[in-house]
């Protein structure tokens, strides 16, 4: 039996075997420097040239970036290294050579068209490994909170005979004949679990033919569906506060290397830890606006100031660049200058990113002064919006003719239903859309075919209210969303093995 590297500090000054591959290597002369990974995490190993024997000195020699070997060694504590260790290695053995490797450690370096093309080889480098650990907590945090708190996983099918978003989002198959469509949302069958079993979640993918090519959409995705029998939108929220204080809690005290290896500020993620603002939708159209402040932040009066910080940001950026070009021109030695055109890469990309931010805020501004009171926010007013606030924030009591047929009714307004989206802070906007639904047999006829919805295909989800209706209250969690905020990444492309997207069906 082999050891794993999140186990070393159990094998301190002991003989231990690991297997992976070679994520960096350095050569000196009586001395290598392996980077080895092996999923668990990452350490150096020296293999010094009177330590090991002359063959297997002289494979060393030819390991390369992924390259996959066995490794005997002792463990030895140096507090320079992640996860304080190192391996100085007595014996190896190598399972497959590799050449070329077409990925470099920094990974900046590459576009974001090539690592998509590599997704099969990428998912190996240390941030997406930092990132998928995250999401294999994150998921083991959902599946814990339910399964201690009283709920039943219930799946949900996959093929569906109707719409539960919207027709026009819909991927259609062949069901032996009959036109099928993958599921857009398991809720229409929570539904009907929960008012079997009371307290159920789904966990399961969903599918959405929008043909839009964003960092917020894939077409493929995790969702996680809690429904719960006589649960109103109060409980519903404080559901959803609990639930996503416990997923980010679990993922700070379980996951510290990874969100270091990341950069996540750590602090900000801590921000869970205070009341969710709630905010009906009619409030939150006044704060994006500009017309209403919270703790004394103004949302326009922000990205005004955003504006000004990208200007200096761009200005210290190229002065740097000027800076570091002229050590480079005044002759210095290879490490040094290797080392300066990397971090003008790196501060090249920077620019082009405040660059696209100061093409991008006017317009956003833009957008949320002249916010129209009904309509539905696009993804810059939530970024605007959700600036004055640290927490995550719950919009309420949206206008009715922007969300789904299912949704109650608010008492006295017929116009506002009971809907609440969960919105990330820092811009990563919606994470979580849930509401109470429909008891009223013939309010939700009607709103079915005001929504131009099949009635046929609904014949079995109105049976819910023929036979016991009762209040009832769910919410939609996207998994990869949840990823993305808590690593603090751009794009969903990153939160997924493989993901499927507009234009991206490869690997
Ligand atoms: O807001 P949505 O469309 O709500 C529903 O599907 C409800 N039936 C949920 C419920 O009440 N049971 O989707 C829920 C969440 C969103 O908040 C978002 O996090 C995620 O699913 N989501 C997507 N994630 C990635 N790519 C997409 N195209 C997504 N569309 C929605
Ligand atoms: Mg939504």
């Known amino acids: 039996m082999h050891q794993f590297i999140e186990d070393l500090a159990q094998h301190e000054g002991k003989e231990v075997t690991l297997k992976g591959w070679v994520y960096n290597a350095r050569f000196g002369k009586a001395n290598i420097f392996?980077?080895?990974?092996?999923g668990t995490g990452f350490i150096q190993c020296v293999i010094s040239q009177d330590m090991v024997s002359e063959e297997a000195f002289e494979a060393a020699k030819k390991l390369a970036r992924e390259a996959a070997l066995k490794l005997v060694g002792i463990v030895v504590k140096d507090e320079r290294q992640m996860g304080g260790f190192e391996i100085q290695v007595s014996a190896l053995e190598v399972y497959g050579y590799s050449?070329?490797?077409?990925?470099?450690?920094?990974?900046?370096?590459?576009?974001?068209?090539?690592?998509?093309?590599?997704?099969?080889?990428?998912?190996?480098?240390?941030?997406?490994?930092?990132?998928?650990?995250?999401?294999?907590?994150?998921?083991m945090a959902i599946h814990e909170f339910f399964q201690t708190n009283g709920f039943v996983q219930m799946d949900s099918p996959i093929f569906t005979g109707n719409a539960c978003e919207g027709t026009t989002e819909l991927f259609e198959t062949d069901f032996f004949g009959d036109p099928a469509y993958l599921s857009q949302s398991g809720q229409l069958y929570a539904e009907a679990t929960a008012l079997a079993m009371g307290r159920v979640y789904t966990f399961g993918p969903t599918f959405r033919a929008e043909k839009s090519d964003t960092p917020r959409h894939l077409s493929e995705f995790w969702m996680i569906e809690p429904e719960m029998a006589f649960f109103d939108l109060d409980m519903d929220m404080d559901l959803i506060e609990n639930f996503t204080k416990h997923i980010v809690n679990r993922v700070i005290k379980n996951k510290r290397v990874e969100l270091d290896t990341l950069g996540r500020d750590i602090s900000k993620l801590e921000?869970?830890?205070?009341?969710?603002?709630?905010?009906?939708?009619?409030e939150a159209v006044k704060i994006l606006r500009g017309e209403v402040e919270v703790n004394g932040k103004n949302a326009i009066a922000i990205q005004e100031q955003?504006?000004?910080?990208?200007?200096?940001?761009?200005?210290?950026?190229?002065?740097?660049?000027a800076e570091r070009e002229a050590t480079i021109k005044s002759g210095v030695k290879k490490g040094v200058r290797k080392f300066n055109e990397a971090k003008i890469i790196v501060l090249r990309g920077e620019i082009a990113e405040l660059e696209e931010k100061l093409r991008n805020l006017p317009k956003w501004i833009t957008s949320a002064k002249n916010f129209e009171m009904g309509s539905d926010f696009g993804n810059s007013d939530e970024?605007?919006?959700?600036?004055?606030?640290?927490?995550?924030?719950?919009?309420?009591?949206?206008?009715?003719?922007?969300?789904?047929?299912?949704?109650?009714?608010v008492d006295g307004n017929p116009d506002l239903v009971k809907g609440v989206d969960l919105l990330a802070p820092d811009g990563f906007g919606e994470i979580v859309g849930g509401s109470e639904r429909?008891?009223?047999?013939?309010?939700?006829?009607?709103?079915?075919?005001?929504?131009?919805?099949p009635m046929e295909a609904f014949e079995w989800y109105v049976d819910l209210r023929r036979f016991g209706s009762v209040p009832h209250s769910g919410f939609g969690l996207g998994l990869e969303r949840m990823v993305r905020w808590i690593c603090d990444i751009h794009h969903l492309r990153e939160t997924i093995p493989f993901p499927r997207r507009y234009g991206r069906l490869l690997p």
């Open 99 to 139: 050449k070329d490797y077409p990925i470099k450690v920094n990974e900046n370096e590459h576009g974001a068209r090539f690592l998509a093309d590599k997704r099969h080889l990428w998912l190996r480098s240390k941030r997406q490994w930092a990132i998928m650990r995250v999401r294999n907590e994150i998921i």
């Open 383 to 409: 970024t605007v919006l959700t600036r004055v606030f640290d927490a995550p924030v719950m919009v309420y009591n949206w206008p009715a003719k922007i969300k789904s047929f299912y949704m109650k009714e």
């Open 438 to 453: 429909e008891t009223d047999l013939d309010i939700l006829v009607r709103k079915i075919k005001e929504h131009d919805l």
């Open 306 to 321: 955003d504006i000004e910080d990208a200007k200096k940001g761009i200005e210290e950026k190229t002065a740097e660049i």
């Open 271 to 282: 921000n869970v830890n205070q009341k969710f603002p709630r905010v009906p939708y009619s």
């Open 34 to 38: 392996l980077e080895l990974r092996d």
